[in-house]
């Protein structure tokens, strides 16, 4: 099976809606999170409830219950990870927004905008702790393995985040070690959303990991396709300036595989991202890295994870509606515009 990406405002046509996979795990998940964020502290509750209701296309939620799904399991055996997945993710989301700055998530202030950056930190330590405890309060084996994959997919991710963070510091970033941090910071909480509904559901070790490796290479196409939006993407859309990426001096993908180019264009890409940007230089530094062949390179890349995970899924004993599904919505993911 063939499927190609479509490059973020490249014009292609636009992205597809939402599979409906996606939309019926929102509506599992909103009320369970909400019983969530009634047992942590009171004073965390509104908080909590003004990040959430940000939204989101819970893209690691449907994962695990697709993932169950597809090993034949049901949703009631699979919700707690669901809910898990998405505590771990906004805790991350919550700490990220405090790294970068940012002050606007979808369009609405940031937790640490509006409550303060102490706030917003316990909040996602608390996040991050309740997810532990949903799991672990089940108490069943599948929910202990569970617990186990998430909390080491936590580490990888926390891995990947601090090589972010010491990437914004260097001059230059190879290709590998970049896609390296991307499968720690985007992979390794995709893949184990999917291992984790593998395992939740009852799957055999041979699926909990072609459901895992469909996971890592999902994320990593996801990234990629993220990397592109944060220098091409619409503000309209993202809710980011333009070049946010660039603005931010960050290493993604798209300026490494420039600066791995050589050259004049790449020197001058490096002396532009070595100090604070202006508009004027947002703009050149956007120009050099096209001019390399960056955006079409980081494109393939992306397209040729995409090939990998449905490869995955392809090769997999599946039950096939939810194989279908976990096929949409890799193309969903790999096709958006924000």
């Excluded at 014009?11 to 019983?35: F, H, N």
């Excluded at 991050?128 to 929910?143: C, K, N, S, T």
């Excluded at 080491?152 to 990947?160: R, V």
């Amino acid at each position: 099976m063939t499927t190609s990406l479509v490059p973020p405002n490249a014009g292609g046509p636009p992205p597809a809606e939402a599979p409906p996979a996606l939309a019926r795990a929102s509506a599992l998940l909103a009320p369970a999170m909400e019983t969530a964020v009634e047992r942590l502290d009171p004073s965390l509750r509104d908080p909590a409830r003004h990040h959430l209701a940000g939204g989101g296309k819970h893209v690691r939620a449907g994962l695990v219950l697709l993932a169950s799904a597809a090993v034949g399991g049901s949703d009631d055996g699979a919700l707690a990870g669901a809910v898990a997945v998405e505590l771990v993710h906004n805790y991350s989301l919550l700490h990220d927004d405090i790294i970068d700055g940012d002050r606007e998530r979808r369009h609405r202030p940031t937790v640490w905008a509006r409550y303060g950056v102490g706030v917003a930190i316990v909040l996602g330590d608390a996040l991050a702790a309740l997810a532990m405890q949903l799991l672990l309060d089940e108490g069943a084996p599948r929910h202990v393995r569970a617990a186990q994959l998430l909390a080491d997919a936590n580490q990888q991710m926390i891995g990947g985040q601090s090589a972010d963070m010491v990437f914004e510091g260097r001059a230059t970033v190879g290709v590998e070690e970049c896609l390296a941090m991307e499968r720690g910071k985007t992979g390794a909480l995709l893949s184990a959303a999917c291992a984790m509904g593998a395992a939740l559901g009852g799957g055999t070790e041979e699926q909990v990991g072609r459901l895992a490796a469909y996971g890592e290479d999902l994320g990593i196409a996801f990234q990629a396709v993220d990397d592109l939006l944060g220098i091409w993407g619409q503000p309209t859309r993202t809710g980011k300036p333009v070049g946010a990426d660039l603005l931010a001096r960050k290493k993604t993908l798209p300026v490494s595989v420039a600066m791995a180019t050589g050259g004049e264009g790449a020197a001058e890409l490096e002396a532009i991202l070595g100090a604070e940007l202006t508009e004027t230089q947002v703009a050149r530094a956007t120009h050099l890295v096209e001019a390399t062949g960056a955006r079409e390179a980081v494109t393939a890349i992306a397209d040729d994870h995409l090939q990998a995970a449905l490869a995955a899924l392809d090769d997999a004993d599946l039950e096939r509606g939810p194989k279908e599904e976990l096929m949409a919505v890799a193309r969903y993911v790999t096709a958006r515009d924000r």
